[in-house]
């Protein structure tokens, strides 16, 4: 078979001045992605040329594949309709294949984590509300290499098919016997064969049958260590994905919730120490632990937190339930566990009318007259948090909307929308002066933005300090900085009204940000404490005024049943998944989490051992945190039995949680 028998020589300039950029592109953006994780590669040992192949075959196999497969339809199509058909669908599948392949690129050098349809199918319909951050995100060498790739994708081909050899139409000149048809046609079906060939073997790498062989090689062992849509070629990985999902079964074994289909619903009993106090949470926007100051001395970020936790209870292992905004609002309102995304039931199932198959803690506090309100500093349409909030029960919302800030009146900082922490002070003196001349005991929640990243803005509106070298972590620093601000000026409010003494506070965050200590930002797909461990302070102006410290692990599942008992309250029926934090707690009680994302990961805390889930797309992780508070040495391969346990437990738990959200829920 002549390469003049596949194509003529004018086809083969014209496919081939595509097809070898686009190779050398795709190949090159794949270097530069494993090199941003070349941390991970060197703690396998995978740190030769040869055993760095292994990392690039899928992307070897698709591009091998997707050239063939191009040349083959060139040569099966040399005329009419048919031929502009390929020629349009060959510009316009490669421009999808670089502009996913520069995203994914992108996507992982700002998380760490790679591209999948997941992803894609949440994030894309609300591309409006995130295109200021990916303006602010890519650089501008970034953009401009993405529109000249883009623009060499449309018109390369022809303009050098044209300077060399001359374009006239789009038509071949016609076969001169049928028998050279027939040669051409059976050539162009064995080249698309042998297309398919490589691109199913591009899917196959890190899963099945090909890791046990690559395995078998030298050093093979250690690459197949790594997270494995890594070893994917991006777009392969998002097809990949794609097709679990489209063709995920529903479970027809699901655990049941029999603590929930055997109780009545909840409802509050008032008790001979029951008290019509005030209550206030305070949420905080993407506040970890260890970057506050009552849990990290040597940071001086937040020092009116640190002032306030003197005189407080302090919970030292506060975790999240998911690191997610919405999700933890869920866990925090209404003390059950959020449900884990499902690409069939949208970004925020909870959000949808009976959504949630549980009353809420502003729900179950107004039927005893409690008045209701929730204050948000950033959009109420972003992940429908109206359509959460009024699912929680809250009489009232505050949000940018309803305070006339959008647009016209938010500040915009380098393209991003920056909603200050300020913005809510006179909204909540407003309705806390009406509070007052009624009488009526109330919960007001407050939900902060200062720290949420991009974390710009806050240097430039009030100055900035030096707590760190790194200047994204020093941006983020400031910002709680910021925020710390803001409580002072909140606590001062209620000082001026005659509010404080009555009124007990709850401050805690509700997910934590990583810098990369596991080679990942952000916050929605990390297991580790970096994303899940928060702060959580009750302050009780009319009690523990000496302050407390708490060693035992608590969850922001516990907030709802504390509130109840701190107000006097026992919660009849129902099925909490929280414990009051004013009552004794166990040192090893067992904590679970879910990261953001379909199928994941999942961790649980069983007293002092962290173990981490990954659904099979990385190895099982296992730590001591009284040894290993950074999560820097697993133990899992020398410990597989608790490792099946842990296991076989964090499976069982996410399943009773898919079965409380499919069973009845509330009108």
Same mark, same amino acid.
Request: proline share 6%.
């Given at each position: 078979?002549?390469?003049?028998?596949?194509?003529?020589?004018?086809?083969?300039?014209?496919?081939?001045?595509?097809?070898?950029?686009?190779?050398?592109?795709?190949?090159?953006?794949?270097?530069?992605?494993?090199?941003?994780?070349?941390?991970?590669?060197?703690?396998?040992?995978?740190?030769?040329?040869?055993?760095?192949?292994?990392?690039?075959?899928?992307?070897?196999?698709?591009?091998?594949?997707?050239?063939?497969?191009?040349?083959?339809?060139?040569?099966?199509?040399?005329?009419?309709?048919?031929?502009?058909?390929?020629?349009?669908?060959?510009?316009?599948?490669?421009?999808?294949?670089?502009?996913?392949?520069?995203?994914?690129?992108?996507?992982?050098?700002?998380?760490?984590?790679?591209?999948?349809?997941?992803?894609?199918?949440?994030?894309?319909?609300?591309?409006? =509300?995130?295109?200021?951050?990916?303006?602010?995100?890519?650089?501008?060498?970034?953009?401009?290499?993405?529109?000249?790739?883009?623009?060499?994708?449309?018109?390369?081909?022809?303009?050098?098919?044209?300077?060399?050899?001359?374009?006239?139409?789009?038509?071949?000149?016609?076969?001169?016997?049928?028998?050279?048809?027939?040669?051409?046609?059976?050539?162009?079906?064995?080249?698309?064969?042998?297309?398919?060939?490589?691109?199913?073997?591009?899917?196959?790498?890190?899963?099945?049958?090909?890791?046990?062989?690559?395995?078998?090689?030298?050093?093979?062992?250690?690459?197949?260590?790594?997270?494995?849509?890594?070893?994917?070629?991006?777009?392969?990985?998002?097809?990949?994905?794609?097709?679990?999902?489209?063709?995920?079964?529903?479970?027809?074994?699901?655990?049941?919730?029999?603590?929930?289909?055997?109780?009545?619903?909840?409802?509050?009993?008032?008790?001979?120490?029951?008290? /019509?106090?005030?209550?206030?949470?305070?949420?905080? =926007?993407?506040?970890?632990?260890?970057?506050?100051?009552?849990?990290?001395?040597?940071?001086?970020?937040?020092?009116?937190?640190?002032?306030?936790?003197?005189?407080?209870?302090?919970?030292?292992?506060?975790?999240?339930?998911?690191?997610?905004?919405?999700?933890?609002?869920?866990?925090?309102?209404?003390?059950?566990?959020?449900?884990?995304?499902?690409?069939?039931?949208?970004?925020?199932?909870?959000?949808?009318?009976?959504?949630?198959?549980?009353?809420?803690?502003?729900?179950?506090?107004?039927?005893?007259?409690?008045?209701?309100?929730?204050?948000?500093?950033?959009?109420?349409?972003?992940?429908?948090?109206?359509?959460?909030?009024?699912?929680?029960?809250?009489?009232?919302?505050?949000?940018?909307?309803?305070?006339?800030?959008?647009?016209?009146?938010?500040?915009?900082?380098?393209?991003?929308?920056?909603?200050?922490?300020?913005?809510?002070?006179?909204?909540?003196?407003?309705?806390?002066?009406?509070?007052?001349?009624?009488?009526?005991?109330?919960?007001?929640?407050?939900?902060?933005?200062?720290?949420?990243?991009?974390?710009?803005?806050?240097?430039?509106?009030?100055?900035?300090?030096?707590?760190?070298?790194?200047?994204?972590?020093?941006?983020?620093?400031?910002?709680?900085?910021?925020?710390?601000?803001?409580?002072?000026?909140?606590?001062?409010?209620?000082?001026?009204?005659?509010?404080?003494?009555?009124?007990?506070?709850?401050?805690?965050?509700?997910?934590?940000?990583?810098?990369?200590?596991?080679?990942?930002?952000?916050?929605?797909?990390?297991?580790?404490?970096?994303?899940?461990?928060?702060?959580?302070?009750?302050?009780?102006?009319?009690?523990?005024?000496?302050?407390?410290?708490?060693?035992?692990?608590?969850?922001?599942?516990?907030?709802?049943?504390?509130?109840?008992?701190?107000?006097?309250?026992?919660?009849?029926?129902?099925?909490?998944?929280?414990?009051?934090?004013?009552?004794?707690?166990?040192?090893?009680?067992?904590?679970?989490?879910?990261?953001?994302?379909?199928?994941?990961?999942?961790?649980?805390?069983?007293?002092?051992?962290?173990?981490?889930?990954?659904?099979?797309?990385?190895?099982?992780?296992?730590?001591?945190?009284?040894?290993?508070?950074?999560?820097?040495?697993?133990?899992?391969?020398?410990?597989?039995?608790?490792?099946?346990?842990? /296991?076989?437990?964090?499976?069982?738990?996410?399943?009773?949680?898919?079965?409380?959200?499919?069973?009845?829920?509330?009108?």
């Amino acid at each position: 078979m002549t390469l003049s028998k596949i194509l003529a020589r004018r086809d083969w300039f014209y496919t081939l001045s595509l097809l070898i950029p686009f190779v050398v592109y795709v190949l090159l953006l794949k270097i530069l992605i494993l090199y941003a994780r070349i941390s991970e590669f060197s703690t396998f040992g995978i740190s030769t040329p040869f055993r760095a192949i292994y990392l690039e075959l899928s992307d070897v196999f698709f591009v091998l594949g997707y050239a063939l497969l191009w040349i083959g339809l060139f040569s099966a199509a040399r005329k009419g309709l048919l031929r502009w058909a390929v020629v349009f669908l060959f510009h316009a599948t490669t421009l999808l294949v670089v502009v996913v392949t520069t995203c994914a690129y992108q996507y992982l050098k700002e998380t760490g984590t790679t591209l999948d349809y997941t992803v894609i199918f949440l994030w894309l319909p609300r591309l409006d =509300e995130l295109m200021p951050y990916i303006i602010k995100g890519v650089p501008s060498s970034g953009w401009m290499l993405l529109i000249a790739a883009m623009s060499y994708v449309l018109f390369g081909p022809w303009l050098i098919t044209r300077l060399v050899s001359g374009w006239r139409d789009g038509s071949e000149r016609p076969f001169s016997s049928g028998r050279q048809e027939r040669a051409s046609l059976l050539s162009s079906l064995l080249v698309c064969c042998l297309a398919l060939a490589f691109g199913s073997l591009s899917t196959q790498v890190g899963s099945g049958w090909m890791d046990d062989a690559l395995a078998r090689l030298p050093g093979g062992e250690a690459t197949w260590q790594i997270n494995k849509p890594l070893l994917r070629a991006p777009i392969v990985n998002v097809m990949v994905t794609m097709a679990e999902e489209l063709h995920r079964e529903e479970a027809t074994e699901v655990a049941s919730d029999e603590a929930l289909e055997n109780s009545s619903p909840a409802s509050l009993v008032p008790t001979t120490s029951s008290e /019509r106090r005030n209550v206030v949470i305070i949420l905080l =926007e993407s506040t970890r632990a260890q970057s506050v100051t009552p849990y990290n001395e040597d940071l001086k970020t937040t020092p009116f937190l640190n002032e306030l936790a003197k005189n407080s209870l302090l919970f030292e292992k506060a975790y999240v339930v998911q690191p997610y905004s919405s999700k933890a609002n869920v866990a925090i309102n209404c003390g059950i566990s959020p449900q884990p995304i499902l690409l069939a039931t949208g970004l925020l199932p909870e959000a949808r009318p009976g959504g949630i198959p549980s009353r809420c803690l502003p729900d179950l506090l107004k039927t005893e007259g409690y008045s209701t309100a929730y204050f948000l500093a950033s959009s109420g349409y972003f992940e429908n948090f109206g359509g959460l909030v009024n699912n929680f029960g809250y009489d009232y919302f505050s949000s940018p909307e309803e305070r006339g800030e959008l647009m016209d009146s938010v500040p915009i900082i380098e393209g991003v929308p920056i909603y200050e922490d300020t913005s809510l002070l006179n909204p909540s003196e407003e309705w806390l002066k009406k509070q007052k001349e009624s009488g009526n005991p109330f919960l007001a929640t407050y939900f902060t933005m200062s720290p949420h990243y991009p974390y710009e803005g806050c240097q430039k509106n009030s100055g900035s300090e030096d707590f760190d070298e790194d200047e994204e972590l020093n941006r983020y620093l400031n910002c709680l900085h910021v925020q710390d601000t803001f409580l002072n000026d909140l606590f001062d409010q209620y000082k001026e009204l005659g509010l404080y003494e009555d009124t007990v506070f709850i401050i805690l965050g509700d997910h934590g940000e990583a810098f990369g200590e596991h080679g990942l930002k952000a916050h929605h797909l990390l297991p580790y404490d970096e994303a899940l461990r928060i702060p959580l302070i009750i302050h009780d102006p009319q009690q523990l005024q000496k302050g407390a410290r708490v060693t035992a692990p608590v969850s922001q599942l516990d907030i709802l049943p504390t509130v109840a008992e701190m107000l006097g309250y026992e919660i009849n029926g129902g099925a909490y998944q929280g414990r009051s934090l004013l009552g004794p707690l166990p040192e090893d009680r067992t904590l679970n989490f879910s990261c953001w994302g379909v199928d994941t990961c999942l961790a649980s805390l069983k007293g002092n051992m962290k173990y981490i889930y990954f659904f099979d797309n990385q190895p099982d992780q296992l730590f001591d945190l009284s040894n290993d508070p950074f999560e820097e040495h697993d133990l899992a391969s020398d410990r597989q039995n608790e490792v099946e346990v842990r /296991r076989a437990e964090l499976l069982a738990w996410r399943s009773s949680i898919d079965a409380m959200y499919r069973g009845p829920q509330r009108e």
